[in-house]
């Protein structure tokens, strides 16, 4: 019995490092569909990100950011810390302050349209196909070592 309660007690870190994994492969595989970037933001961004030609993705910062959280007593996720900040220099003269990666994260999920941003969701089409698939292919596995202990 042992076993079956050090794995209930790993499951939750577990399953926030899978989530950011699958959140991390999105980005680099580009594994969504999205309104095309405006043409002058597509222009700046292979002007000065020539790495960068993807969606959610310019210096790296929120890609570095993304990691397994431990929010208290036995609980995690997968998520961005509020006190992640980007590198600076991100805006249009390439000059200007550190901003809050958790800041931008959420303009690109939700959109700003009073920037005319459009919604560009990642965290939660991603959070409902871990749910779907990965999470429970993660409680399986530990079930599995369950079984193996009472064997």
């Given at each position: 019995m042992k076993v079956a309660v050090q794995q209930s007690e790993k499951l939750p870190k577990v399953c926030a490092i899978d989530y950011v994994n699958l959140v991390r492969a999105k980005i680099i595989n580009q594994d969504f569909q999205f309104t095309k970037l405006s043409p002058a933001y597509e222009k700046w961004?292979?002007?000065?990100?020539?790495?960068?030609?993807?969606f959610w993705y310019l210096g790296g910062d929120l890609l570095r950011a993304i990691q397994p959280v431990n929010l208290g007593t036995n609980t995690w996720a997968g998520t961005i810390p509020k006190t992640a900040m980007d590198t600076g220099g991100k805006n249009w003269d390439r000059k200007g302050p550190a901003k809050s990666i958790l800041y931008y994260a959420l303009a690109l999920e939700n959109g700003v349209p009073s920037m005319h941003l459009p919604a560009r969701p990642l965290f939660g089409p991603a959070?409902?196909?871990?749910?779907?698939?990965?999470y429970l292919r993660r409680v399986e596995k530990v079930r599995t070592?369950?079984?193996?202990?009472w064997v």
């Amino acid at each position: 019995m042992k076993v079956a309660v050090q794995q209930s007690e790993k499951l939750p870190k577990v399953c926030a490092i899978d989530y950011v994994n699958l959140v991390r492969a999105k980005i680099i595989n580009q594994d969504f569909q999205f309104t095309k970037l405006s043409p002058a933001y597509e222009k700046w961004k292979s002007e000065n990100f020539p790495l960068a030609k993807t969606f959610w993705y310019l210096g790296g910062d929120l890609l570095r950011a993304i990691q397994p959280v431990n929010l208290g007593t036995n609980t995690w996720a997968g998520t961005i810390p509020k006190t992640a900040m980007d590198t600076g220099g991100k805006n249009w003269d390439r000059k200007g302050p550190a901003k809050s990666i958790l800041y931008y994260a959420l303009a690109l999920e939700n959109g700003v349209p009073s920037m005319h941003l459009p919604a560009r969701p990642l965290f939660g089409p991603a959070n409902e196909e871990y749910m779907k698939n990965g999470y429970l292919r993660r409680v399986e596995k530990v079930r599995t070592e369950f079984i193996k202990c009472w064997v």
